[in-house]
T-cell receptor, first 115, second 111 residues
Framework: EAEVAQSPRYKITEKSQAVAFWCDPI?????LYWYRQILGQGPELLVQ????????DSQLPKDRFSAERLKGVDSTLKIQPAELGDSAMYLC?????????????FGPGTRLTVT | DAKTTQPNSMESNEEEPVHLPCNHS???????IHWYRQLPSQGPEYVIH???SNVNNRMASLAIAEDRKSSTLILHRATLRDAAVYYC????????????FGTGTRLTIIP
């Protein structure tokens, strides 16, 4: 069964350093999402791509976060500089399209700890 | 986005049915009811969704009240693997398609 791949699974970094996460969605899925999940809370959408275009980045802290999906396939989420409050699980998801009736498939996530 | 209300936690015995409630009193006519669950140390996974009629799939059943102001996710025979956080989410079929997670219900299965 096809899965969303993410790497690394765990990342420890010091505050003010740069960190990057990678996501490879299910083949053929045009829509890709990045979520952040703080411990004890549900995931929160950071950014949504349709192919290589950003559809929604209203919750992305653009002063330090950036996301790209250059060829409309895999994607990278970057934080620079990292802050203590960025410690969280970063989840990537993909779906066949943008319809709200379509299932989103999530990857295993990257757990970030900022020290 | 319309809001849902779920109990913070529930417990159930293994091999017994589990009924997870969700209240959504402000649901609109075009809101679908979606359920996702998140197993420990994993990303969320889709469980089921419905609009008005009850729905069944291999994982669970979804019972929707006639007035649509509440729904119940039914796991027919809980196993230890069903221990997870269950999220009830409303999504407008014709509006903003963003998945908005609340804090969900943490289900504990007792062996």
């Amino acid at each position: 069964e096809a899965e969303v791949a993410q790497s690394p699974r765990y990342k420890i970094t010091e505050k003010s350093q740069a960190v990057a996460f990678w996501c490879d969605p299910i083949s053929g899925h045009a829509t890709l999402y990045w979520y952040r999940q703080i411990l004890g809370q549900g995931p929160e959408l950071l950014v949504q791509f349709q192919d290589e275009s950003v559809v929604d980045d209203s919750q992305l802290p653009k002063d330090r976060f950036s996301a790209e999906r250059l060829k409309g396939v895999d994607s990278t989420l970057k934080i620079q500089p990292a802050e203590l409050g960025d410690s969280a699980m970063y989840l990537c998801a993909s779906s066949e399209g943008t319809s709200p009736l379509l299932e989103q498939y999530f990857g295993p996530g990257t757990r970030l700890t900022v020290t | 986005d319309a809001k849902t209300t779920q109990p913070n936690s529930m417990e159930s015995n293994e091999e017994e049915p589990v009924h997870l409630p969700c209240n959504h009193s402000t649901i609109s006519g075009t809101d679908y009811i979606h359920w996702y669950r998140q197993l420990p140390s994993q990303g969320p996974e889709y469980v089921i969704h419905g609009l008005t009629s009850n729905v069944n799939n291999r994982m669970a059943s979804l019972a929707i009240a006639e007035d649509r102001k509440s729904s119940t996710l039914i796991l027919h025979r809980a196993t230890l693997r069903d221990a997870a956080v269950y999220y009830c989410i409303l999504r407008d079929a014709f509006g903003n398609e963003k998945l908005t997670f609340g804090t969900g219900t943490r289900l504990t299965i007792i062996p």
